[in-house]
């Protein structure tokens, strides 16, 4: 693909600059030169849901625009409909949404919000935020603080807040149980050994991925880890705030990710699938409790972001969310992804380079190690994600490199393979192809 000629955009890796995208359609984008890749990375940032140029998408923001695209302080049908069929969507009990315009703004608003909760319920000591290690939930420094990935919070410490972090559900390089042969979900009581450690007094809220994104891709807990998490979080009257930004609105085969462990969490903050890219759009869902507080106590969450809710992205939100129940996308990306992680465990998952292969629907991971038997990482500087990827997008295959870091977080490599939920089987065929193609080149590389 090629880059932006003479770029003065100050990107994020100023030694390779971003490829220059000219457009897309379905589950295909096109460079400037005119080159075609198949997109398996939904657009790079696991944003993609129901793929580019949808006709239906494009209408409603036509109309939208035409009619109204910002109303400030006011309330619109789009935003007040959109509400609805979230909560529709989110799990029983949970009714309210607050939008945002992404979802950094998401977290920040579900940690305000959980804060927010306690104060109203006469109980103003509890503030904290337990996170855990492996974790992203977002760039603004709240949300860093939360975040447990040492890549993005090395060059910005200290951390506006010093929130606490719980052992990551690691079992590829569990520290805690991993030498024995059952899983003695060892990582979800450190989740209160955190709380215990903080006083219970101060926790207002532990914040997780149902199953990791950036920070460890397609990192799924081991079974009962959330019904131990969530037990402990009602016994010390912790909220549990479940991020699905990346993980939700269908992308590991359920509306959202923690429903595949049988829990309920207190909130859930959207971001990325919930707009499909078309426009910036996030979402916080609460349970119906945590807004009755809010409703009886001092009746205000004095809150908000300029272009939070504005009619244009939740008209986008309203007609992504019924293209994916229209067409049964959320059962596809269960199907399809389902046969995806099999098929990439199949052709990679014995090569001497790969450590694991995991992940659940359209959220792939895979950790590439040095040495299988000791799980040895690669040095950060050989970047062996990074090379996989470039090597898929010279043969017109687009995956996720990681953003690195996740032996220790930040030695190691752990990247994705997050395509579309209209992903067709033969477009999975192809991108394995590609895949399997690229581990053997760049393995020649190294060796
Ligand atoms: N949480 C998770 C799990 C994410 O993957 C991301 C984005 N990668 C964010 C939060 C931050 O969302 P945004 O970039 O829209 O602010």
Sequence with gaps: ??????????????????????????VHVW???????????????????????????????????????????????????????????APEGMDYVRFTSGGSEANETAIKLARHYFVESGKPSKHKIVGRWRSYHGNTLGALSATGH??????????????????????????????????????????????????????????????????????????????????????????????????GMGRTGRNFAIEHFGVVPDLITCGKGISSGYSPLGAVIARNEIYDAVAAGSGMFEHGFTYGGNPLSCAVGLAVLRHIEKHDLVARAGDVGG????????????HPLIGEVSGLGMLAGIEVVSDRTTKEPFPYELGV?????????????????????????????RFGVCPPYIFERADVDHTVAVLAEAVADVAAELA
């Design 31 to 89: 460079d400037v030169d005119g080159n075609r890749y198949l997109d398996a990375s939904s657009g790079g940032n696991i944003v993609i849901s129901i793929g580019y140029g949808v006709q239906d998408v494009l209408d409603a923001m036509a109309e939208q625009a035409a009619k109204v695209s910002f109303c400030g302080q006011f309330t619109s049908e789009p935003q007040e409909q959109l509400a609805r069929e979230l909560a529709d969507f």
């Design 385 to 413: 994600s990074k090379r996989i990827a470039r090597k898929c997008q010279e043969r017109g295959v687009l995956i996720n490199p990681s953003f690195s870091g996740n032996a220790d977080g930040y030695r190691g490599d």
């Design 150 to 247: 040492v890549m993005r919070r090395v060059s910005y410490a200290p951390m506006l807040l010093p929130f606490a972090h719980a052992a990551p559900p690691y079992r590829y390089r569990c520290t805690l149980c991993a030498q024995s042969d059952a899983c003695t979900l060892s990582c979800a009581d450190d989740v209160e050994r955190v709380i215990l450690n903080e006083g219970p007094e101060h926790v207002a809220a532990f914040i997780a991925e149902p199953v990791v994104g950036a920070a460890a891709m397609g990192m799924v807990p081991p079974e009962g880890y959330f019904e131990r998490v969530r037990e402990i979080c009602d016994e010390y009257d912790v909220l549990l705030i479940v991020d699905e930004v990346l993980s």
């Design 339 to 350: 046969y995806l992680i099999d098929e990439i465990r199949a052709a990679i998952g014995d």
């Design 1 to 26: 693909m090629s880059t932006s000629p003479a770029s003065q955009v100050f990107h994020r890796d100023l030694l390779h600059p971003a490829p220059a995208v000219d457009r897309a359609s379905g």
